[in-house]
């Protein structure tokens, strides 16, 4: 049995590691307006959201705000796993020019449902995101 040990070892390390390489909430989500595309990926130990794409009226009310570069924006900022499906971390808001404490849950492989909060979580405002498919 003991020779078996290492090669036990190997199989969940390599089972462990192709589960995180496929983790469901990574790829590029649009959000419900289709203004803007967020790409989530590892940022250290933790998941963040890049804009990737903007539409005119999104780049033009980031402008107005002061963000003259909207894409590049970490919008989705030091989430960490809360649980099968579910993260919490920050949302930076562009044309608010605001960071709010900010969950995530996957609702399905193509739906997160991102929470933007104020006041500890008292107050808070949904929006259902959709993955972007090539095709």
Not at 30 to 48: E, F
Not at 54 to 61: I, T
Request: aromatic share 6%; net charge positive; glycine share 12%.
């Amino acid at each position: 049995m003991r020779s078996l040990r290492p090669l036990l070892v190997a199989l969940c390390l390599l089972n462990c590691a192709s589960a995180n390489a496929a983790d469901p909430v990574m790829g590029s989500w649009i959000n419900p307006r289709g203004s803007v595309t967020v790409t989530t990926g590892a940022c250290q130990d933790k998941l963040c959201g890049w804009v990737s794409h903007a539409n005119a009226e999104a780049l033009a009310d980031a402008s107005d705000a002061g963000i003259p570069h909207l894409v590049g924006t970490t919008l989705l900022q030091d989430y960490r796993p809360k649980g099968p499906g579910h993260w919490a971390g920050r949302v930076y808001v562009p044309d608010m020019g605001r960071t709010f404490y900010s969950t995530i849950d996957q609702q399905g492989p193509n739906q997160l449902k991102i929470s933007g909060c104020i006041l500890g979580g008292l107050f808070c405002r949904s929006q259902l995101w959709h993955r972007v498919t090539t095709g």
